[in-house]
């Protein structure tokens, strides 16, 4: 109860001081991602923090020096974004989903640091989502993407969409696949309202560079990364 109650009290303090937020936001339209990630990336920090949880991450020396990499991981949970996002250290994004655009706070935490929302039952604007995350990433900004397109709330893993790995094609950039165990454990997989402590596992893969790919091994990568990331804890020390 007590983590439940430290979550709420940062998220209410979040929303009302929002004036720094909006000035991050202004430099982000501007092309200069680096005001808004540094305050989010401390708020990530503060909020895993305050969930109480034990987060061990692995494979950290394979997270790549170059800027512009897209992230590919599984999801289990809401906190999958704070868990990743504190040990990133340039500007990173992520592709959400576009219902978290009106979420008092939440919207406006992922415009800011320059979010892609997708609307995956728009087709149109799903693969405009996905064209405009390779444009940001051609300017250096590493995105996230969750290609199960849903939570699985620790339940059994949903397939990945094939068209969710084309940013990295378009910008000629390696994926880093990544693999989050036990971040349900902290929201989703408890009955009511209610944050709890858990102990979270994240694996970072190697790099897979993709620029030299063809049209088949293109087609074929959804599920060869798909492969990978669940396999990762039995591959990274």
Not at 120 to 133: N, P
Request: hydrophobic share 40%; glycine share 8%.
């Amino acid at each position: 109860m007590f983590e439940t109650l430290r979550c709420l009290a940062f998220y209410i303090k979040e929303m009302i001081h929002f004036g720094p937020k909006r000035k991050a936001l202004k430099a982000t339209q501007n092309g200069d991602y680096v005001p808004g990630y540094k305050l989010a990336w401390n708020m990530a920090k503060r909020l895993n923090l305050y969930t109480g949880s034990r987060i061990v991450y692995h494979g950290l020396e394979n997270l790549p020096e170059e800027k512009g990499v897209l992230f590919v991981s599984n999801h289990e949970s809401i906190f999958d974004i704070p868990v990743i996002m504190e040990v990133m250290d340039s500007p990173t994004a992520f592709v959400s989903k576009k219902e978290l655009r009106k979420v008092p706070g939440v919207g406006l935490w992922i415009r800011m640091i320059g979010g892609i929302f997708m609307d995956r039952k728009d087709l149109r604007q799903s693969m405009q989502a996905i064209l405009d995350t390779g444009e940001v990433m051609k300017k250096g900004l590493n995105m996230v993407i969750f290609p199960e397109g849903t939570r699985s709330k620790g339940k059994e893993h949903h397939e990945f969409k094939a068209g969710s790995l084309k940013p990295a094609t378009m910008a000629k950039t390696a994926i880093v696949p990544v693999f989050i165990d036990g971040t349900a454990n902290i929201f989703e997989a408890n009955k009511g309202f209610k944050i709890k402590p858990a102990e979270v596992q994240v694996y970072f893969g190697k790099p897979i560079s993709v620029k030299d790919l063809t049209r088949g091994e293109q087609k074929a990568l959804a599920a060869s990364i798909e492969d990978i990331v669940f396999n990762l804890p039995n591959i990274t020390p």
